[in-house]
């Protein structure tokens, strides 16, 4: 059962369905904000006893004792006798609160404030309307000045007054300053002291028509803090008191910075000229999709859900030829082999396949490489993971033939480029392919430099530095890392640093210590967040650390809220394993079946070699050397460019001393 928790506000637990939960007394409550205070980490019971009480009973260990069983049987109502807790956990000397960042209001609003990024002044508006939203009072309002408190409502406070203005900001820039203007005024009154607040209320005003009142904020501003504070104004609201009184362009919204009013100008050009011409529309709405996904962040997203609009609606005007440009103009390049939205990806491979069977026949051999290699690219990671290649996998890898085929008949640089796109998504039939990818990114590389293709040239960096760290070749990753970022500095394309900064830490982890490699890990997870890629996201940084433990002979530190994301039936029999729990281990590991075949196949292989080794599963042992024999000479799990569980051979050598 999911069980949420607010803070925002008197504290609150909360099941799946909303319903809340009994937390009994004050000092229940207590323990938990005081975990929540602490983010994860362990509260020892002797802090707890400090922080509450002045003068602690003389049984205030046995009360805290009781106060934590108390909280656990509110918050998981539904576990068994005798079976350790899942959220409110003992570790050492003392508690911690193990739930999963979303399931606490605090820290999903600080998920979102990290996240914003550099995201647009509407993807800001909404996220912080629905973040803003979550808060029901005061932080932990049912709490006095706990000295154990104060910093951390401090911090909260200040991050939602930060909040208020930075959505107020997001609202003039798309227009609604008039919409800002009472928010404002009472977020002024409430915090006369923010400068920051003043600034955006007379623009808002300013923007609204209001000059005059403008005027007049300003200048309250001034005597406020002059008055009570004894100081000026800073420079930017002296210098925005100034631009109001000459009427400076800038703050005209209909006009704003140069870039804005050239791209303001083309756009109201191009609705005009093309108010009725649904196909060209159309077609012009994918080719911006295509620019719109490699900005990273909400970008990503948005170019996803318009890119499958513009697809349906080109289908319902019945015209085939148009319905094939729409869907090929999406040649975005694609270098992680599971798709973040399945169910969507499936979707477009249906409307490739029935365009291509509704295409004239004859001629065309341009689209119809266009739609083979989007089947191609968007069938990623469907390659049966047992059995012979059959049906649609059949398909995907004869549509990734097909497009290579056309685009090299063609002569066609960017086609043949958007086909090794294909065909690289469709290289993972079994491990040890690594120098075969190697081979596609090479010629992506020369082929990309030879015709300007700037995104594809990107690719084949990428797609080399998995393949060079699967082959043990940090120099040669370390080059083509190198290139891949100067050219997304240069073409501003800022996702390739997610894969260049967690390339790096895999490098950290195949030749450093292992605390550097897992602090290597956790920064790199920080350029995930507001990526738009969760197929990436889900689950890698636990899996990323886990690996660390294991190749160093580290303990593995069970954390039961982690989220495995789709590595979990194989990580499972490990973690049971390294708790001494066999039986349940083997009893997993024969549920889990085989490992999808993708670009973390050796990684998943591995860890099934381990366990099956630990528990002594003969059957597994058999079927992962069987796997893991063809990649011998590769380091396992490396092809990623994210994570290595050490070299296959290693893996090898154990499981023939196993079987023998």
């Known amino acids: 059962m999911r069980v949420e928790f607010g803070v925002l506000g008197a504290v609150v637990a909360r099941n799946g369905a909303g319903d809340p939960l009994p937390l009994k007394g004050p000092r ?35 009360t805290v004792r009781t106060f934590v069983g108390g909280l656990r049987r509110a918050i998981e109502p539904e576990r068994p006798p005798r079976t350790p807790p899942r959220l409110l956990v003992t570790e050492g000397p003392g508690y911690a609160l193990r739930v999963p960042k979303d399931d606490v209001d605090a ?134 008191e100034e631009d109001v009184l000459r009427h400076a362009d800038h703050l005209d919204p209909d006009t704003g910075s140069t870039v804005d009013q050239v791209w303001a100008r083309a756009a109201a050009a191009y609705e005009g000229s093309l108010a009725s011409r649904a196909r060209t529309r159309l077609e012009s709405t994918a080719g911006l999709m295509r620019d719109l996904a490699v900005t990273g962040g909400g970008g990503l997203e948005s170019a996803r859900q318009h890119r499958v609009a513009a697809v349906a609606a080109a289908e319902q005007l019945g015209d085939p030829e148009l319905t094939a440009r729409v869907i090929g103009v999406y040649d975005v390049p694609a270098i992680w082999t599971r798709s973040d939205d399945p169910e969507q990806a499936r979707w477009l491979v249906g409307a490739a396949e029935r365009t291509l069977r509704l295409l004239p026949s004859g001629g065309h051999d341009a689209s119809r490489c266009r739609l083979l290699a989007t089947i191609a690219v968007e069938s990623r990671g469907s390659l049966p993971t047992d059995g012979p290649v059959s049906g649609a996998a059949a398909r995907s890898l004869g549509a990734a033939r097909e497009a290579e ?70 120099a040669g990753a370390d080059r083509h890392a190198a290139a891949a970022d100067a050219l997304a500095a240069r073409h501003d394309l800022p996702l390739v640093s997610v894969f260049t900064t967690w390339y790096r830490a895999l490098r950290v982890a195949m030749t450093g210590p292992p605390d550097a490699a897992l602090a290597a890990y956790e920064e790199a997870a920080g350029r995930l967040r507001g990526t738009g890629m969760p197929g990436l996201r889900k689950g890698l940084l636990p899996l990323a650390l886990l690996s660390v433990r294991l190749r160093h002979g580290e303990p593995v530190a069970v954390d039961r809220d982690a989220d495995w994301g789709p590595y979990g039936s194989w990580v499972r029999p490990v973690l049971l394993v390294g708790e001494g729990r066999d039986e349940e281990a083997g009893a997993a590991l024969r549920a889990a079946g085989p490992p999808p075949r993708d670009l973390m196949s050796e990684a998943m292989w591995c860890l099934v070699a381990r366990a099956a080794v630990a528990v002594g599963d003969r059957d597994a042992m058999a079927r992962a050397r069987t796997e893991l024999a063809p990649a011998a000479s590769e380091q396992g799990g490396a092809g990623s460019g994210l994570i290595t569980l050490g070299p296959v051979a290693d893996h090898l050598g154990v499981l023939a001393a196993a079987l023998a």
Request: net charge positive; no cysteine.
């Open 405 to 474: 085929e056309i685009a090299r008949r063609l002569d066609d640089a960017s086609l043949l480029a958007f086909a090794l796109n294909g065909t690289f998504m469709q290289t993972f039939r079994r491990t040890g392919l690594a120098a075969r990818r190697d081979a596609i990114g090479a010629e992506l590389v020369a082929l990309s430099a030879r015709h300007q293709l700037v995104r594809y040239e990107v690719l084949g960096h990428l797609i080399r530095v998995q393949a060079r760290s699967a082959l043990s070749d940090l």
């Open 107 to 240: 820290w999903r609003f600080e998920q979102v404030m990290d996240a914003l990024g550099g995201a647009g002044p509407a993807q800001v508006a909404e996220r912080l309307a629905e973040a803003l939203g979550w808060w029901r009072g005061p932080a932990f309002a049912d709490f006095g000045d706990e000295h154990w408190l104060r910093a951390e409502r401090s911090r909260l406070t200040e991050l939602r007054l930060h909040a208020v203005e930075r959505r107020a900001e997001a609202r003039i820039a798309l227009g609604e300053a008039a919409g800002a203007v009472p928010d404002l005024d009472g977020h002024v009154a409430a915090h006369p002291w923010r400068e920051e607040a003043w600034r955006l209320l007379a623009l808002a005003l300013y923007r609204s028509a209001r000059q005059a009142d403008a005027l007049s904020v300003l200048r309250r501003a001034r005597a406020m803090l002059r008055e009570h504070l004894g100081v000026d104004p800073g420079p930017r609201l002296r210098r925005l």
């Open 28 to 62: 229940h409550r207590a323990v938990l904000a005081r975990l929540v205070v602490a983010h994860r980490r362990v509260v020892p019971v002797n802090q707890l006893v400090a922080d509450l009480w002045d003068e602690p009973p003389g049984d205030a260990v046995g």
